[in-house]
């Protein structure tokens, strides 16, 4: 069972679980709505910083092909109007205790993925939630702002 939590570190809500999960376990799925990169990028241009709630990620980089995909056709997922309790999953440097993995689905007509979360070791009740989101701080020319880290990790890469 998941809980969404107020932290107490300056990262405004976060998750947690309410039961011992081993290493492996699958946690929850990542629910956006799925967006182009051009797409993203345009909405990003539209909001003000402060109404941006969540990070989005990217779905579908083409994984496995040698293409390298046009932003028009590159996926991604944006849980900032629609989404569920992954959407309060904050960020820690390096040692989180989840891993995204695309769960490819196959169909007859197309393929597409699902971004599920899987724990990267066991995880005791009551601890937060957390997951690499691979950001690179010091880029400064990102169209979304970074946000101060305060993830605690031993690996912090926020530093100035
Ligand atoms: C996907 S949301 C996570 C849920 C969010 N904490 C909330 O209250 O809605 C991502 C946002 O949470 C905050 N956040 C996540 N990880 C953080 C961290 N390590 N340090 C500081 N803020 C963090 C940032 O404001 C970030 O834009």
Redesign the pocket.
């Known amino acids: 069972m998941l809980q969404v939590f107020l932290?107490d570190r300056?990262?405004?809500?976060?998750l947690r679980t309410l039961q011992d999960l081993p290493k492996g376990s699958f946690v929850c799925e990542y629910v956006g709505e799925i967006l182009t990169n051009t797409e993203l990028y345009e909405r990003n241009m539209q909001s003000s910083g402060s109404e941006?709630?969540?990070?989005p990620v990217t779905l579908d980089a083409d994984w496995g092909s040698e293409r390298i995909l046009r932003d028009e056709e590159a996926l991604c997922l944006d849980?900032t109007f629609c989404g569920n309790v992954a959407?309060?999953?904050?960020?820690?440097c390096f040692d989180a205790n989840l891993i995204d993995i695309p769960v490819e689905i196959e169909t007859p007509d197309r393929h597409y993925y699902h971004l599920a979360f899987f724990t990267t070791r066991d995880v005791s009740a009551s601890e937060e939630l957390t997951w690499d989101y691979g950001i690179d701080f010091s880029d400064h020319d990102h169209p979304i702002k970074a946000?101060?880290?305060?993830?605690g990790s031993e690996f912090c890469r926020d530093v100035k």
């Open positions: 932290t300056h990262k405004g809500w976060g941006r709630h969540t990070y849980a959407r309060f999953i904050n960020h820690r946000f101060h880290c305060c993830c």
